[in-house]
C-alpha cells in the first residue's frame, strides 16, 4: 500500500482528521508535477522503442536501395552508438532502460537482416531463440520489468514456433493440451525467476507471467474436459496449480490481484466442466442454466474479491 492510501485508510478509521494537511506533509498529494515527472519518464522509454522502430521500418521501406554491407554497417554503427551513450547514463533509470530497450529490438532486427539477406535456411524459432539469449544479458543488466516482458514473449513465441513446426512429431506433448501445458510450465517458471531475482518481488513482469499462466493453465483445464486423451492427468494438474495458488496467494499472503484471476479461472472452468456435463441435453433451458450460473459465480466471485480488498487494506494500516 502506497502513503496516500494508508493515510485515507487512517482516515477512515478516525486516526486522522486533517487529511489534506497530512497528505501535504507526507508528500503523497499527486500534484500535477507528479503527473509530469511520470509520463516524461514513460515517454522517454516510448521515444527509444518509437525510433527502434522506425529504424526497422526505414530499412524495410528502403530494402532494395540499400547495398548488404550498407545495413550491416548502419545496425552495428546504432548498437556501438547506444552502448557508449549507455554508459553515460545513469543506471537502472528510465533512459538507461530505453537504451537497452533499443538495443534489444535492434538486436532482433541485425538477427532479421543476417537471415534475410544470407538465406540461411533456418526455422523462424531458431531466430527467435538467438535473440531471446541476445536480450537476457540486457534484461539482468537493466532489472527493468519492460525488458524481462519483452523476454518473456520472446520465450513464449519461440516455444509456439518449435510446436508448430514440429508438432507431428510428438503427438502427446503437442497436442493441443500439451502444446496449453508447455506455455502454463515456461510462464509459471518465468514468475518464480522474477519473484526470486528481481528488486520488487511483485513486478509488473511477474504478474504478466503468473497471469499468463493462468490463461494457460486455463486452456489446460478446457482441452481436459473435451480430449479424453490424459484428461484425468491434465484435470489433476490444472486442480494442484489452483490449490497452490490459494494457499500461495490467499493463505500465506494476500494478493487480491492474482486471486482476481484465480476466481476468473475457476469461473470458466466450471462453466467448461458444465457444458461437457450437458453436452446431450443442450438446449434453451440448458443455456438459461448457464446464464444464471454465470452471473451468480461472477456476483459471488466480485463480493469475495471486494472483502478480501478492504482486509488487504485492513492488514496493511
Known amino acids: 500500500m502506497n502513503k496516500r492510501t494508508q493515510l485515507l485508510t487512517w482516515q477512515q478509521q478516525g486516526h486522522i482528521k486533517d487529511i489534506d494537511k497530512s497528505l501535504e506533509v507526507t508528500g503523497a498529494t499527486i500534484e500535477p508535477k507528479t503527473w509530469f ?14 525510433l527502434a522502430l522506425g529504424i526497422i521500418f526505414f530499412f524495410a521501406y528502403n530494402w532494395d536501395e540499400m547495398t548488404k554491407m550498407t545495413k550491416f554497417i548502419l ?27 533499443f538495443m534489444a529490438l535492434l538486436i532482433g532486427a541485425l538477427l532479421a537482416l543476417f537471415g534475410q539477406t544470407y ?6 524459432w531458431q531466430l527467435f531463440l538467438l535473440w531471446t539469449v541476445f536480450v537476457t544479458p540486457l534484461a539482468v543488466v537493466s532489472k527493468n520489468s519492460a525488458l524481462w516482458i519483452l523476454w ?5 513465441l519461440t516455444a509456439y514456433l518449435y510446436i508448430d513446426i514440429y508438432r507431428w512429431f510428438s503427438g502427446f506433448l503437442f497436442s493441443f493440451n500439451g502444446t496449453s501445458m508447455v506455455f502454463a510450465l515456461i510462464n509459471s517458471l518465468a514468475a518464480l525467476l522474477f519473484y526470486f531475482t528481481l528488486k520488487t518481488p511483485k513486478s509488473l513482469s511477474f504478474y504478466v507471467a503468473v497471469l499468463s499462466a493462468f490463461f494457460a493453465f486455463t486452456w489446460v483445464g478446457f482441452f481436459a474436459m ?11 494438474l490444472y486442480l494442484l496449480w489452483m490449490a497452490l495458488n490459494y494457499f500461495l496467494f490467499k493463505v500465506k499472503t494476500l494478493d ?13 472452468f466450471i462453466m467448461f466442466a458444465l457444458t461437457r456435463l450437458f453436452a446431450d441435453a443442450f438446449n434453451a433451458a440448458t443455456l438459461l442454466f448457464f446464464s444464471i450460473a454465470l452471473i451468480a459465480m461472477t456476483a459471488i466471485a466480485s463480493r469475495w474479491l471486494m472483502q478480501l480488498l478492504k482486509q488487504s487494506h485492513g492488514e496493511l494500516s
Open 37 to 50: 515527472d511520470f509520463i516524461s519518464k514513460n515517454l522517454i522509454i516510448l521515444g527509444f522503442v518509437s
Open 256 to 268: 487480491v490481484l492474482v486471486l482476481s484471476a484465480w476466481s476468473l479461472s475457476a469461473i470458466a
Open 119 to 124: 538465406q540461411s535456411g533456418k526455422d523462424p
Open 226 to 236: 473435451f480430449d479424453s486423451k490424459f484428461s484425468l492427468a491434465f484435470i489433476f
Open 152 to 156: 518473456l514473449a520472446l520465450i513464449n
Open 75 to 101: 545496425v552495428q554503427a546504432l548498437l556501438g552508438l547506444s552502448a557508449v551513450f549507455y554508459t553515460q547514463t545513469q543506471k537502472q533509470s528510465h533512459t538507461s532502460t530505453g537504451i537497452l530497450l
